[in-house]
């Protein structure tokens, strides 16, 4: 795919949705990292019914923290490795009160030394709490960059490598929102809704669905 026709297809992605962010439903930093921790291998929708019955309970690391692992399973119980994910966010947030006075870090290197932290969640946090133009692959960007042609890899991190190359800053900070709810409504994993797509004659999918 050439320079330009991802040019229009970025053009068009922001006109369609000028300000786009997460479907993750949180009030602070602390609440959108723990709702991208439980957001792994699960969908937004579940982390969401999950968090309106746990933040009103817990929503910061001192509280969570006091909640135990024991106290936090039956709040997230409905969302996939529940076990290993209270763990980790227990750990989480002993770290943050015994490294960081409570506050999220802003930087990568912090953001993964956390339990449960990887690089995809990492880029979430920097970037749709902090404003860095971090870009986070996930299995719907993954599917939509190399499905469309435009930024193929044969892994999440090759994609990243592409997108960081190929994307214009001008949209850096928003352009994993659009490709995530791209891959999310339209060009979906077993039957793309080629006819509904806004980027569909820009799109290089030789298999297009009518």
Known sequence: MNKSKRIEILKRLQA?????????????V?????????????TDKSVNKA??????????????????????????????LYNSKAENII?????????????????????????????????????T????PTIAVDTHIFRVCNRTKFAQGKNVVQVEEKLNKVVPAEFKVDVHHWLILLGRYT?????????SCLIED???YKEKTS
Request: aromatic letters at 6%; hydrophobic letters at 40%.
């Open 16 to 28: 369609d949705n000028p300000h786009p962010t997460t479907e993750l439903q949180y009030q602070s």
């Open 187 to 195: 060009c979906i994993a077993r039957k793309p809704r080629c006819t």
């Open 129 to 132: 709490a902090f404003g860095q």
């Open 30 to 42: 602390f609440e959108l990292l723990i709702a991208v921790i439980l957001s792994a291998q699960a």
């Open 202 to 204: 820009l799109c290089e």
């Open 91 to 127: 750990k989480t947030c002993r770290d943050l009160l015994d490294k960081y006075e409570g506050e999220v870090p802003q930087d990568r290197a912090s953001l993964e030394a956390l339990a449960g932290v990887g690089r995809k969640t990492a880029n979430v946090v920097l970037n």
């Open 51 to 80: 968090t309106a019955k746990l933040f009103p309970v817990a929503n910061t690391p001192q509280a969570m923290f006091d909640l135990g692992v024991d106290g936090l399973k039956p709040y997230i119980k409905t969302i996939g």
